[in-house]
């Protein structure tokens, strides 16, 4: 089926989200310190932990070797929105105050286009954190990556959005209900030498449809 997320990326963020679970007392997040990279070592090149600094600022603190080669630079520093489009990273940032205020656990699927526009399906989650004080201000997550080359960096686009108060049962939030993915071609092709210069992503980068976070 085109546009389809491959299945070895839906096991890391499984192995993922199940290592987090087992984690967890009740309704309440596990802490930073007990998360284990053994545990999870499939995960890791696609693994990112987040780290909420100040009002609106949410830092990468850690991120794989993957998402550092779909973004063409060392992330760790950056904004978190940084991953998407000027047009959704206000979006992403409600998200994040949502997974850590709720808290909730997110699941995203995205539209990654590189800068040749080609584009896949891929798929993201958001997992709450308490720092050793207790304080809910860290995000654990894991970003699939493309199964082929691309032209480096991609940029994405929120396509859907499910929000699920930790300790629930998944559901879809409803300002993404009964919304469909934006036409486009899966496969992305081989790596661009230039990876992590940048550039103008082509005017054809549009989402079909205007969607929102509603929690």
């Not at 997040?29 to 990279?37: G, H, M, T, V, Y």
């Not at 526009?117 to 050793?132: H, Q």
Request: one cysteine or more; glycine letters at 10%.
């Amino acid at each position: 089926m085109a546009g389809a997320i491959d299945m070895t990326q839906k096991n890391t963020i499984m192995i993922l989200q199940n290592h987090w679970d087992s984690l967890r007392e009740g309704n309440l997040p596990p802490f930073r310190s007990e998360i284990s990279p053994r545990e999870m070592p499939d995960v890791l090149d696609t693994l990112f932990i987040l780290e909420h600094l100040a009002e609106g600022d949410t830092r990468v603190r850690i991120a794989g070797l993957q998402i550092c080669e779909m973004m063409g630079m060392e992330v760790r520093g950056r904004a978190a929105e940084g991953f998407f489009r000027d047009t959704d990273s206000a979006e992403f940032r409600e998200l994040l105050n949502a997974v850590m205020q709720g808290p909730d656990i997110a699941h995203l699927e995205l539209e990654g286009r590189d800068t040749t526009g080609k584009a896949a399906l891929l798929e993201m989650v958001l997992l709450p954190l308490r720092s050793d004080f207790g304080e809910v201000n860290r995000i654990i997550g894991c970003l699939s990556a493309p199964d082929t080359g691309f032209a480096a960096p991609l940029e994405f686009a929120i396509l859907t959005a499910e929000l699920t108060p930790v300790g629930r049962n998944r559901r879809r939030a409803p300002g993404f209900a009964g919304k469909g993915f934006a036409p486009f071609t899966p496969t992305l092709r081989s790596i661009d030498g230039d990876a992590g210069k940048g550039g103008a992503l082509p005017e054809g980068m549009r989402k079909t449809a205007k969607l929102k976070v509603v929690v």
